[in-house]
């Protein structure tokens, strides 16, 4: 590699030892059981703050407290527990939250518009690495100036609960809104879900960020140059209002010119988010990636033996069939165990949490009970239920404000699911993993020696049908490889 003329092997070390002391809080450091007495009482401080200001409330008999600790936390150590500085960042993401109705927007979203959004972003493999933390992975390839222009265009009629979300004029547009949703599933599904496995070590902390394995592979410059203002808004957006739900960010295929790339992608994160990025060599990924997430979980696509493509729904963790009772009887392969469109927990007094998908269909709110987690195990739950009452849940920074109604759970029904096939073309599988280092060209010079832009053409995504109020999708045909590195960029 230019301008580095260390043994490969030295190089490797190095950057398996820098992904070890990745971020200044890396997981478990400054989350909940883990804090210093002085983060300790800094979180105490910025609870008091939030309360006399009106944005936090504590939890009472029938109630959970408006935010968790874990959501505070994020904000605490995305300004390194500085108070002010975390109150005024929480203070701007709640209203911000407010002006868009972001949690009726989760809540709501028609099913369809959600799914086509979430074929073409980071996607949850539905595993974990070695800690617990979930593995996502994103391609870059489907953002291509073609799909990204119709997708704009597609998001204009975006519904919300029969509503079309206004474009003209909006602070957020909805293309963007859309992504949100995305980040709403995290927090409000993916997280807690993730949280409640017990089978890691320090598993009375929660779960709070995700991993990202970005694969660029076969990205020209001309797509990374086009996508620069979307990328750009997204990862802003996702540092101010969802902080520090990233723990790393493994990109992966990185072309010789990603240097050029980078150098204007960083100025968009602030230095803990950069500190979380790692440029693995293609040939040597595997050697990384195996270091912090087991083969079973690894994509085959990238050394491991997960049957998982971009684009399929998660794969079952087999460690949620220890905990989970599922309102369906009928037998459901593991990538299809959990229904298409949004889903969120709803705890419950007993201390399990019922599943319920929800979203819209043609203007119809779904409310239906998918499956029901008993933390101690299904063993040892007695009775099983997949129905009890339900308490209010802590609000995250991604879960509704208490002047939005929380659903009434209904009577459970199963939800109806069918297989989808994946259409994307298995890469060269890599081994293992060093830094990327070239010369920096001219930005200029090379956008002239790239295509021309060719024109829209209308988003291939696929019609969605419907059955009992679950969407049915099967994986627009995209090829392989290439990923917008950070739009998934949480800080």
């Known amino acids: 590699m230019a301008g580095d003329d260390r043994p490969a092997a030295t190089r490797t070390k190095t950057t398996e030892s820098a992904l070890l002391r990745v971020g200044e809080y ?20 910025f609870r008091q703050l939030c309360q ?7 939890a009472s008999d029938l109630n959970h407290s408006s935010h968790d600790d874990t959501t505070l936390l994020r904000f605490l150590r995305a300004r390194r527990f500085n108070v002010d500085a975390a109150f005024q960042q929480f203070n701007e993401t709640e209203k911000w939250r407010e002006e868009n109705k972001i949690g009726e927007l989760y809540e709501n979203i028609d099913i369809k518009d959600y799914e086509e959004t979430r074929v073409l972003y980071p996607q949850w493999t539905g595993r974990r690495d070695k800690r617990g933390i979930p593995v996502y992975v994103f391609e870059v390839a489907p953002l291509n100036s073609k799909t990204m222009a119709a997708y ?29 949703a995305l980040y709403e599933n995290l927090t409000n599904f993916i997280l807690p879900l993730c949280s409640g496995l017990k089978d890691r070590e320090n598993s009375d902390t929660p779960i709070s960020q995700s991993n990202n394995i970005v694969d660029i592979s076969g990205v020209g410059l001309k797509q990374f140059w086009n996508l620069r203002s979307h990328m750009q808004d997204a990862s802003t957006l996702a540092t101010a209002h969802y902080p520090e739900t990233l723990d790393r960010i493994f990109i992966i ?33 595997y050697r990384t990636l195996s270091t912090f997430i087991e083969p079973s979980n690894i994509p085959k696509k990238y050394g491991g033996t ?92 991604m879960q509704p404000t208490d002047a939005q109604a929380q659903p009434t759970q209904p009577e459970a029904q199963p939800i109806q699911t069918e297989a989808h096939p994946a259409q994307i073309e298995a890469l060269p599988v890599p081994t293992e993993a060093q830094p990327v280092y070239t010369e920096v060209q001219p930005i200029q010079s090379l956008l002239l020696e790239s295509e021309k832009i060719q024109q829209p053409e209308p988003f291939q995504t696929p019609a969605v049908s419907v059955a009992n109020g679950a969407a049915q999708k099967p994986l627009p045909p995209q090829s392989p490889g290439e990923v917008a590195t950070l739009v998934n960029g949480q800080a």
């Open 253 to 285: 295929g990185a072309p010789s010119f990603f240097p050029t790339v980078w150098s204007w992608i960083k100025r968009w994160f602030d230095p803990i988010t950069t500190s979380k990025i790692f440029i693995l060599n293609e040939e040597k990924a």
């Open 26 to 45: 890396g997981y478990p450091i400054g989350h909940l059981g883990h804090l210093t007495e002085d983060q300790a009482e800094q979180l105490e401080a």
């Open 152 to 180: 704009a265009k597609s998001s204009e009629s975006t519904s919300v609960g029969g509503t079309i979300l206004k474009s003209k004029g909006a602070a957020t547009p909805p293309r963007l809104l859309r992504l949100f």
């Open 306 to 397: 997960l049957e998982y493509e971009f684009g399929m729904r998660p794969v079952l963790d087999p460690a949620e069939e220890q905990h989970i009772v599922w309102a369906s009887p009928d037998p459901i392969p593991s990538n299809q165990k959990w229904p298409l469109g949004p889903v969120k927990w709803i705890p419950q007094k007993d201390g399990t949490l019922v599943a319920m998908a929800v979203g819209s269909v043609d203007g119809k709110e779904r409310r239906e009970v998918v499956a029901t987690f008993h933390p101690d195990g299904k063993e040892n739950r007695g009775l099983a239920k997949t129905q009890t009452e339900p308490m209010q849940p802590p609000q995250t920074s």
């Open 52 to 58: 006399e200001k009106g944005l936090y409330k504590p």
